[in-house]
């Protein structure tokens, strides 16, 4: 069998195959209300139906103030959960996992309301500027975290991604071009590191599932964190007990990106071997021989498809034509699956 399609566990969960959807922003909650909407449910579900091992939802916020924009999704309140809990029963119908992203988008956040970040400079000349996070506003939001995950628990989620990439929040303070602290959460990587441990920390006092960490591996940009920062920042991701680690890059200043096939894949090999721990691998990985190659060759554990799962819900049926691959159909498509 092939390595995309053999099953893969983490903490006691087992996907079936290794294809995981990508988090990816729909923004569709038009009631901005963070709720969901028969659009997400088919959305989502119909990845499920496509064959996805694991279905992400985009990145969904633990407060209303962290949402990139008004009409994301939310998990800030208790009356979020029964929509999450819905959607969760239609994916698990068709024997896929769920995961949520738990996120706060710190200073890129495109409200009406005020925005938070570990130091009050904004993205670009078109961002508001951020508010300066106190030591209160921080704890606050690391309990935003620990709430967020309690609810995810009650909606049955198989796995917690917490969102530290893409120069959102949690990367802010990672990142020594956006964190100019001079207190115990800035200056050195160790403590630019520390608001995401006690996010870590505070997520695993409720939540004792699968745990992944979406990290930017490369900031683009001179002065920002390197590789031997990302590696250090995965070695201490894994003291803590992360499963995995989601390795994209980008985002957290402005940056002249020139994307290309498997165009992140080398960190993300890097981090696997030199942190050793589990990564997956996203960014323009559109075929299954492509898939195929990261993973036999240990590049990664999982790979993570979006744009390809936009156009194509069913992409990992096409991927098994691809690789000569069985893949078992929804009994409701056995007629067309051959």
């Known amino acids: 069998m092939t390595k995309l399609f053999t099953p893969i566990e983490f903490n006691n969960v087992a996907l079936k195959n290794r294809i995981v959807m990508s988090p990816m922003c729909m923004y569709s909650c038009m009631e901005q209300d963070g709720k969901i909407?028969?659009?997400?449910?088919t959305h989502y579900t119909s990845r499920a139906v496509g064959q996805v091992g694991l279905v992400m939802t985009e990145a969904t916020a633990v407060v209303p103030e962290g949402r990139i924009s008004h009409e994301d999704l939310g998990i800030w309140d208790d009356e979020h959960i029964d929509g999450l809990?819905?959607?969760n029963e239609r994916i698990h119908n068709y024997g896929a996992k769920t995961g949520i992203?738990?996120?706060h988008a710190g200073r890129k956040a495109q409200l009406d309301s005020t925005i938070y970040a570990p130091s009050a400079f904004a993205f670009n000349e078109k961002s508001k500027t951020p508010t300066a996070m106190t030591a209160a506003d921080i704890d606050q939001t690391i309990e935003a975290f620990k709430d967020g995950a309690k609810r995810a628990k009650e909606a049955g989620f198989d796995i917690i991604e917490i969102h530290g990439a893409h120069g959102y929040l949690i990367n802010q303070f990672l990142s020594p071009l956006t964190n100019k602290r001079a207190d115990d959460y800035g200056g050195s990587k160790e403590n630019r590191y520390r608001f995401l441990s006690q996010v870590i920390d505070a997520v695993q006092t409720i939540w004792d599932g699968p745990l992944?960490?979406?990290i930017s591996t490369n900031e683009y940009a001179e002065g920002g964190n390197t590789l031997d920062d990302m590696l250090y920042f995965s070695?201490?991701?894994?003291?803590q007990g992360i499963d995995l680690i989601d390795c994209s890059s980008g985002g957290v200043v402005p940056a002249s990106i020139k994307p290309y096939p498997g165009y992140q894949v080398k960190r993300c090999e890097t981090i696997k071997q030199e942190a050793s721990i589990a990564t997956a691998a996203v960014g323009l990985i559109t075929t299954g021989i492509q898939a195929e190659e990261i993973l036999q060759n240990d590049r990664a554990d999982l790979v993570v498809i979006g744009r390809?799962?936009?156009r194509n819900p069913y992409w990992p049926k096409a991927a098994a034509d691809e690789l000569n691959e069985t893949l078992p159909a929804p009994k409701q498509y056995e007629r067309g699956w051959k």
């Open 85 to 87: 809990k819905k959607l």
């Open 308 to 310: 390809a799962l936009l």
């Open 37 to 41: 909407t028969p659009f997400h449910e």
């Open 235 to 239: 070695g201490q991701m894994k003291q």
């Open 101 to 103: 992203q738990l996120a």
């Open 212 to 214: 992944f960490v979406r």
